[in-house]
């Protein structure tokens, strides 16, 4: 799905399209309408409000193996609400690149 173009509706139709899928399928669309734009080998989400399931990831298994929710936390803590975080994530194993 394009999410360039005028106005807004390519991005709320694209943002529409992640948040309507089931919970577990959330990271895999989110992962594939940001591919093109947002280079990345793998993504994570760390929700305050999902008791059942407050940790998940998806993508390249060298990557989501060696996450952690005390490798998100620190975000968690420093993030600014409407400023998305692109980088790479400090992690306790060696060399955990979040993006390209």
Excluded: N
Aim: hydrophobic share 35%.
């Amino acid at each position: 799905m394009e999410m360039t173009g005028s106005g807004s509706v390519p991005a709320l139709t694209a943002a529409y399209e992640v948040i309507r899928q089931p919970l577990g399928e959330i990271l895999p669309r989110l992962s594939t309408l940001l591919a093109e734009l947002v280079p990345h080998r793998a993504v994570a989400e760390l929700s305050t409000h999902c008791a059942h399931s407050p940790f998940k990831t998806y993508g390249d298994a060298e990557i989501t193996g060696r996450l952690s929710t005390a490798d998100l936390a620190p975000l968690l803590a420093t993030g600014t609400p409407g400023r998305p975080w692109q980088g790479t994530l400090p992690s306790r194993a060696p060399s955990a690149p979040c993006s390209p």
